[in-house]
């Protein structure tokens, strides 16, 4: 129950956040390279309370989860079952080299294309509450599912650590998915990419997935929802924050070209 109600708070203080943008949000600025309207007071309120969620769980890890294995592999579903025996520590490696790039490379490209303080705090600020939000609802998950990881059914020396308690769902995936769909909304609004950041955010996001089950840290499900989570979470944030809600789709034929398709423009 009570972890219920922290899901609806956090769920309650991301929608305080959207519909008081509009009343409380800084003036508009003219630079052309504003592509979000952001509340330092708001918000910071949001970023603030999901890192605690985030932290405050993990730090008390110990008394938080229980461990409840040993348990047999046949316990597992058939789908998920197969990832059972991975135990790939490159694996592992590459995936934390990764997340941690990702979280890293995009504001410091986005400042290198920029140089402008304002639009650039703007864009950390969205991209910033994009992670914390979707890693507290990862953390909120972790710790009320419990589930084992796939490295518990083959190595009996984990099972009476509670750190090997939290596969579902997969926080490297979500990360990655995550800050990668804050990147792809802000690529298109600020210079009209299209498909371009999505299909990295697919590639790079689905080697990470496939990285986590390798090393045997996530079941198939594990990294499905983490993807699915992570790419709502880092789409909506960056969504609810763009300017006059500038968004551009393009999955057509040029006009002269023979075929059909569609295109969204404009102001939503």
């Known amino acids: 129950m009570k972890r219920a109600r922290a899901a609806g708070l956090l769920f309650a203080l991301a929608g305080v956040a959207a519909s008081a943008r509009v009343a409380a949000a800084a003036p508009p600025h003219d630079d052309p390279d504003a592509v979000f309207d952001v509340s330092l007071p708001i918000d910071g309120a949001v970023i603030v309370a999901s890192a605690a969620g985030i932290l405050v769980p993990y730090a008390l890890t110990s008394r938080l989860i229980h461990p409840s294995c040993p348990c047999s592999p046949a316990s597992v579903n058939a789908f998920d079952r197969g990832v059972i025996g991975n135990a790939s520590d490159s694996a592992d490696w590459i995936s934390d080299v990764t997340a941690g790039l990702t979280i890293v490379a995009p504001p410091v490209a986005d400042w290198l294309a ?3 303080p304002r639009p650039f705090l703007d864009d950390l600020i969205v991209f910033t509450e994009s992670l914390t939000v979707n890693g507290a609802l990862v953390t909120l998950a972790k710790f009320t599912v419990q589930r084992p990881i796939p490295r518990v059914y083959s190595d009996p020396a984990l099972v009476g650590d509670p750190h090997s308690y939290r596969s579902f769902y997969s926080g490297h995936t979500s990360l990655v998915f995550a800050a990668l769909s804050t990147t792809s909304v802000t690529l298109n609004a600020r210079y ?3 498909w371009q950041p999505w299909v990295a955010t697919v590639v790079i996001g689905a080697s990470v997935a496939t990285e986590r089950i390798l090393a045997g840290y996530h079941f198939y ?10 790419t709502a979470v880092g789409t909506l944030v960056a969504v609810v924050h763009l300017r006059a809600r500038r968004l551009r789709f393009s999955a057509f034929r040029p006009p ?13």
């Open 221 to 230: 499900t594990d990294v499905l929802v983490g993807a699915a989570a992570g």
């Open 192 to 194: 009209g990419l299209t």
């Open 256 to 268: 002269t070209g023979i075929g059909a398709g569609i295109a969204l423009g404009g102001a939503l």
């Open 114 to 116: 920029l140089r402008r």
